[in-house]
């Protein structure tokens, strides 16, 4: 073996995400792109707004090109972060300052760096379950070791009851991603009102903090009438990451923050740490991109496209008689196995060349994720494909 022994776990363990992602390319290639419907990566398929390409133009005609394409502070361009400070105190009744800004190379980088920066060798992060897969990889990958738990399927909030027993002396981070990948749950204020209690008994317990990421890239993508709770309102020690992958649909281009309320314990310590953590990532942010996205924080997402894609999978899905979440944000339906051999169900779905993402890789087995951020064309086109999986799922039962 002439790769590390820490890296090859994660190697073995990579994405099954990607893995189904490629496997439809192949599959495209024998049947037709036609013929596959790829439920499987949480690509926008929604363009990013126009402005944020005359954005681009404007930046690069106009803009001194040392400037948007030379190094800044590591933390990124005081102006995009001051103006970003700002929306979010307009919009949350926050007080965050141009310093409680770090830019970063996207949500993943943000996570990355708070790990970074919090983590020793074997200290423990918590995700509850079910939890974006990635998290697993980027726990190892800084040290740590990441303890899932359990879902709660009755009703898809966090599942505070189970939270003590997975708390020990070494957990120094929790995870929550609201509104929620895989199942578009947003957890409610009561819900995090709940986590704030168990925390401060926990930590009553263990004898240091414990932080809460609060990982957001599809905060701006919430249906009907439900409101996602500002978690710093519910949470004291807590840490915003943020993406303008799905908002602004720029999920190639890697731009994001994180966000440091004052409330904090040991504010300055972990503002400063994560600029550095930053450095050592990424060095600093894409600048054409932070430059871009300034200019159009008050852009929203075409939500009523996945809205409708919303409305046409969940109903034809339930119609068939499947038992789904009903998403409340995000881009994912979460639909639970007919057979207790989910597996089974997955690569039936694969038979009739439906592309569902096996919910064991996100800590809950026995469901499978479909990523509704696609054509309203295709999903039409995939209902005769889940009517014939809708058959032989009663045929695996009888």
């Known amino acids: 073996m002439v790769i590390s022994k820490r890296m090859f776990p994660l190697l073995a363990g990579s994405s099954a995400i990607r893995k189904l992602f490629e496997e439809g390319k192949a599959m495209a290639k024998e049947v037709g792109a036609e013929n596959v419907y790829d439920y499987s990566l949480g690509n926008p398929s929604v363009p990013a707004p126009e402005l944020v390409n005359e954005s681009i133009k404007d930046i690069l005609d106009n803009m ?11 933390s990124g361009f005081e102006d995009v972060r001051k ?8 919009r949350f009744g926050s007080s965050f300052q141009t310093d409680d800004i770090i830019m970063t190379a996207g949500a993943a980088m943000a996570i990355n760096d708070v790990l970074n920066l919090f983590l020793d060798f074997d200290d423990e992060v918590i995700a509850f379950a079910p939890f974006f897969g990635e998290y697993r990889n980027y726990v190892k990958m800084a040290g740590g070791e990441l303890k899932a738990v359990p879902a709660d399927t009755k009703t898809f909030q966090l599942n ?6 997975v708390i020990t002396e070494k957990t120094k981070l929790i995870l929550v991603n609201n509104p929620n990948n895989p199942t578009g749950a947003i957890y409610s204020g009561e819900t995090l009102d709940r986590l704030q209690k168990a925390v401060e008994k926990a930590e009553k317990r263990v004898g240091h903090p414990i932080f809460v990421i609060s990982d957001e890239p599809y905060r701006e993508l919430v249906y009907d009438d439900n409101v996602l709770p500002y978690l710093p309102d519910h949470i004291k020690n807590c840490l915003i990451v943020y993406s303008f992958s799905k908002s602004l649909s720029l999920p190639g281009e890697r731009i994001g923050y994180v966000a440091v309320p004052d409330q904090i314990d040991g504010y300055d310590e972990v503002k400063n740490g994560l600029v550095v953590t930053n450095r050592i990532g990424s060095v600093n942010a894409p600048s054409l991109m932070q430059l871009a996205v300034r200019r159009c924080l008050n852009e929203k997402p075409h939500i009523e496209v996945y809205d409708s894609n919303r409305k046409l999978l969940y109903g034809k899905l339930t119609e068939l008689g499947f038992e789904c979440v ?3 944000g ?3 339906l979460f639909v639970k196995s007919p057979i207790d051999d989910y597996q089974a169900f997955v690569n039936e779905g694969k038979k009739q060349h439906i592309l569902m993402v096996d919910a064991a890789s996100f800590g809950c087995p026995g469901y499978v994720r479909l990523a509704y951020c696609v054509s309203p064309d295709m999903i039409r086109r995939s209902f005769p494909a889940f009517e014939r999986l809708a058959q032989a799922m009663k045929a695996y039962k009888d």
């Open 326 to 328: 009903k998403p409340q």
């Open 330 to 332: 995000a881009f994912y």
């Open 64 to 74: 001194d090109p040392l400037v948007v394409h030379g190094y800044m502070s590591n």
């Open 83 to 90: 103006d970003i400070a700002d929306d979010l105190n307009r």
């Open 160 to 165: 505070i009851d189970a939270l003590d027993d």
